[in-house]
Protein backbone atom coordinates (compact mmCIF):
# COMPACT_ATOMS: atom_id res chain seq x y z
CA UNK A 1 0.00 0.00 0.00
CA UNK A 2 1.11 3.53 -0.33
CA UNK A 3 2.26 5.69 1.76
CA UNK A 4 -0.89 6.79 3.28
CA UNK A 5 -2.80 2.94 3.22
CA UNK A 6 -3.38 1.22 7.21
CA UNK A 7 -3.56 -2.06 7.94
CA UNK A 8 -4.96 -2.84 11.17
CA UNK A 9 -4.55 -6.42 12.34
CA UNK A 10 -6.73 -7.91 15.17
CA UNK A 11 -8.41 -10.89 16.29
CA UNK A 12 -10.31 -12.80 13.06
CA UNK A 13 -14.56 -12.99 13.12
CA UNK A 14 -15.50 -16.69 12.57
CA UNK A 15 -16.68 -15.95 9.59
CA UNK A 16 -13.30 -14.00 8.00
CA UNK A 17 -12.33 -15.87 5.15
CA UNK A 18 -8.79 -16.12 6.36
CA UNK A 19 -9.94 -17.98 9.72
CA UNK A 20 -10.37 -21.23 8.22
CA UNK A 21 -6.61 -21.24 6.67
CA UNK A 22 -5.67 -21.08 10.31
CA UNK A 23 -2.68 -23.48 10.92
CA UNK A 24 -2.29 -24.76 6.97
CA UNK A 25 1.17 -24.25 5.93
CA UNK A 26 1.74 -22.04 2.89
CA UNK A 27 2.54 -24.48 0.15
CA UNK A 28 3.38 -22.05 -2.86
CA UNK A 29 3.54 -18.32 -3.42
CA UNK A 30 3.32 -16.54 -6.94
CA UNK A 31 3.13 -12.69 -7.51
CA UNK A 32 0.05 -11.28 -9.15
CA UNK A 33 1.00 -8.53 -11.76
CA UNK A 34 -1.21 -6.57 -13.55
CA UNK A 35 -0.55 -6.64 -17.22
CA UNK A 36 -2.00 -3.40 -18.06
CA UNK A 37 0.29 -0.84 -16.09
CA UNK A 38 3.15 -3.83 -15.27
CA UNK A 39 3.45 -3.26 -11.81
CA UNK A 40 2.91 -6.33 -8.75
CA UNK A 41 -0.47 -6.03 -6.95
CA UNK A 42 -0.20 -8.73 -4.73
CA UNK A 43 0.17 -12.37 -4.16
CA UNK A 44 -1.92 -15.70 -4.32
CA UNK A 45 -1.22 -18.37 -1.58
CA UNK A 46 -1.33 -21.71 -2.17
CA UNK A 47 -2.41 -23.48 1.23
CA UNK A 48 -3.20 -27.27 2.35
CA UNK A 49 -6.81 -26.96 1.25
CA UNK A 50 -7.14 -24.15 -0.78
CA UNK A 51 -5.89 -20.74 -1.84
CA UNK A 52 -6.36 -17.39 -1.78
CA UNK A 53 -5.60 -13.91 -2.97
CA UNK A 54 -4.28 -10.75 -0.95
CA UNK A 55 -4.36 -7.93 -3.51
CA UNK A 56 -3.71 -4.08 -3.08
CA UNK A 57 -6.33 -2.69 -5.56
CA UNK A 58 -6.46 1.24 -5.82
CA UNK A 59 -4.96 1.21 -2.16
CA UNK A 60 -7.92 -0.99 -0.78
CA UNK A 61 -7.11 -4.65 0.70
CA UNK A 62 -8.82 -7.47 -1.11
CA UNK A 63 -8.55 -10.92 0.23
CA UNK A 64 -10.40 -12.78 -1.94
CA UNK A 65 -10.87 -16.53 -2.72
CA UNK A 66 -13.11 -16.35 -5.41
CA UNK A 67 -12.78 -14.79 -9.23
CA UNK A 68 -11.88 -11.21 -9.35
CA UNK A 69 -14.43 -9.20 -12.04
CA UNK A 70 -13.06 -10.42 -15.51
CA UNK A 71 -11.79 -7.61 -16.73
CA UNK A 72 -9.38 -7.58 -13.98
CA UNK A 73 -8.77 -11.11 -14.46
CA UNK A 74 -7.57 -11.19 -18.17
CA UNK A 75 -5.28 -7.98 -16.86
CA UNK A 76 -3.63 -9.79 -14.57
CA UNK A 77 -3.33 -13.25 -16.97
Not at 24 to 32: K, L, T
Not at 51 to 72: F, H, M, W, Y
Amino acid sequence: MDEYGQVTVGPAAENFLMSRFIGQSIRAVHRIIDHRIETEIGHRLGLDHGEVRILNLGDELVITDTALPDALEAALR
